[in-house]
């Protein structure tokens, strides 16, 4: 799961089939995981090949609770028994995952049914099948308000229950470790022409041949001297789109239907790159609309096409990118320059640290690491190409604009807010990032103080600093444009937020930032976008879509 997740586009190879195990299945399916993980990954250390413990044993827990509760809400939507519901929720797993979840209903659902018969709640399910685990001097994490009885009273009546009915040790003993396969680049290609591409497309820009009027290549003809180039990003999970859909939590509208991009979604570690701000280039599927700077390059000028890259893993800030950024694919004398964005905009000050503070990325160390990362950019980048530093997100947004609303999971019967799931994370010690996803007001001021702290880093960096192959250009992180534009568009703020893990920016945050950022662009920076190709529409009309991505 967080293997370094470098997203390799132009195309995405999800076919090749993962080796999910048992356990990853009920581990993954809701994972609310979310993703910044930023406590594995601190420094230049390189990623871990395992997951601590103590994270796996959270996220066992999330899974667990997640499930027993969609199971609940179906039983209780339907009107129908524990054991059909268990079915029902099996019957809109896509096929090929369906055997695992026959299997898990197999071994766990009795025991589920016959506890959720006695009213108790999704948390005394999951702590009485010891998939949550209350650690030596830590408190017991529960995502319901506990029942009346007190959690521990419940828990303990529960695991009597557990203990008369059959005996499931058998099934508690796993411990394989899940993998699963990066993106690939499926086109392993070259950025510079070829002889002009009379051949064959050897840059993947969907141009090639000879125009038989005047023998001359296309690629000549229309890309030769056309100010192309390709854009990269360096990012973190909101720049490699991190989503969970809200739809697997909702039974209210459950089908066949919610689950289909299961299989996808899992394979790309729930990342959406292809819908996303800066590299989208699909439709997107998954609510909102795509707009990226890569399909407006790309409509600027066509001989951009499939140039794009997104280095961007969950968990990536600024210390840890110094290792991804070495997947860079750019050929610094023969290729076309790239204009590259660096935003982390978070794990710098995200954390599931206890002295979550303590664990921050100080003022000195962001410079030091970035300062490392356009040194290298430097050696790899052709000459002509533009860096833009992003800055860091205000995160007092995710609180002020969430703590009482409902999650997806508590909307059927109003009773998990978002200020109960970060509680929740917080207990587990998967929180994200600790000092914004809570309620102590001090620690999420304290937060926003250090990423304005580490956003002037940047700044003063891209003030001061020159390099020879690039120029550099700063930016605030667009939110709070964002949130005008959309309030303008008759939008609510919280719809700019991920509704299932409650931190990461929506579709919706996605596309408009990308509006935003283009904007900027034309009118301060308008050399980083290149010229206008005017043969765009020769170019369409002859190659059309230019062979999709
Ligand atoms: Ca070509």
Redesign the pocket.
């Known amino acids: 799961m967080l293997t370094a997740a470098t997203l390799l586009i132009p195309r995405m190879r999800v076919s090749r089939q993962t080796s999910l195990n048992l356990f990853c299945l009920l581990w993954l399916l809701l994972l609310l995981k979310a993703a910044s993980s930023s406590p594995l990954l601190r420094g230049n250390d390189p990623p871990p090949s395992s997951l601590p413990s103590g994270l796996y044993k959270g996220h066992t827990c999330i899974g667990c609770v997640l499930v027993v509760s969609v199971i609940e809400q179906l039983a209780q939507w339907h009107n129908s028994t524990v054991k059909a519901a268990t079915e029902r929720l099996c019957s809109y797993i896509p096929e090929k995952l369906q055997g695992f979840c026959y299997i898990l209903a197999e071994l766990y659902g009795p025991h589920i049914a016959e506890l959720i018969d006695r009213e108790m709640n999704a948390d005394v399910v999951c702590h009485s099948l010891k998939l949550c685990k209350q650690d030596p001097g830590q408190p017991l994490c529960h995502l319901y308000s506990p029942p009346k009885v007190g959690l521990s009273t419940a828990i303990r009546k529960a695991r009597r229950i557990v203990k008369t009915s059959k005996d499931l040790k058998n099934f508690m003993g796993f411990s394989s470790v899940c993998a699963f396969p990066l993106l690939a680049n499926l086109c392993e290609k070259i950025k510079y ?1 070829d002889n002009w ?1 009379e051949e064959r ?8 041949g000879v125009d038989p009027k005047d023998g001359i290549p296309y ?1 000549e003809k229309f ?1 030769k001297g056309a100010d192309s180039q390709g854009v990269v990003l360096l990012g973190d999970s909101a720049g490699a789109h991190f989503h969970i859909p809200p739809e697997w939590m909702t039974v209210s509208q459950m089908s066949v239907k919610s689950f289909a991009n299961l299989p996808v979604a899992f394979t790309n570690e729930l990342d959406w790159p292809q819908f996303s701000e800066i590299t989208g280039f699909l439709n997107s599927t998954i609510g909102g609309w795509t707009d990226s700077l890569y399909l407006r390059l790309r409509n600027r000028n066509r001989c951009n096409h499939r140039d794009l890259q997104n280095i961007s893993k969950n968990g990536g800030s600024s210390g840890n990118l110094l290792h991804l950024i070495k997947s860079l694919a750019r050929n610094q004398l023969l290729d076309n320059p790239a204009t590259v964005i660096y935003a982390t905009i978070g794990n710098d000050v995200c954390n599931g640290n206890n002295d979550t503070l303590a664990s921050m990325t100080t003022p000195k160390e962001m410079l030091s690491n970035v300062m490392q990362a356009l040194r290298y950019l430097d050696t790899r980048l052709p000459n002509g190409s533009h860096v833009i530093l992003t800055g860091l997100v205000d995160g007092r947004f995710l609180w002020d604009n969430l703590h009482d609303r409902y999650h997806p999971l508590g909307q059927l019967n109003r009773d998990i807010t978002y200020s109960q799931l970060y509680s929740f994370l917080d207990c587990l010690q998967v929180s994200p990032c600790r000092g914004w996803m809570t309620p102590n007001e001090t620690l999420r001021n304290l937060t926003s103080e250090r990423a304005l702290q580490l956003s002037n880093v940047l700044k003063e960096i891209a003030r001061s600093e020159k390099f020879a192959n690039f120029d550099i250009f700063y930016m605030d992180f667009p939110l709070r444009q964002t949130a005008e534009k959309w309030h303008r568009m008759g939008g609510e703020p919280w719809q700019l937020i991920e509704p299932v893990d409650g931190f990461h920016p929506s579709q919706i945050a996605a596309a408009l930032g990308t509006s935003i950022t283009w904007q900027k662009a034309l009118q301060e920076w308008p050399q980083v976008l290149g010229k206008e190709n005017p043969f765009n529409d020769q170019i369409e009309a002859i190659f059309k879509d230019q062979g999709g991505h």
């Open positions: 022409p591409d497309d050897s840059n993947c820009n969907g141009i090639w690629e890309c």
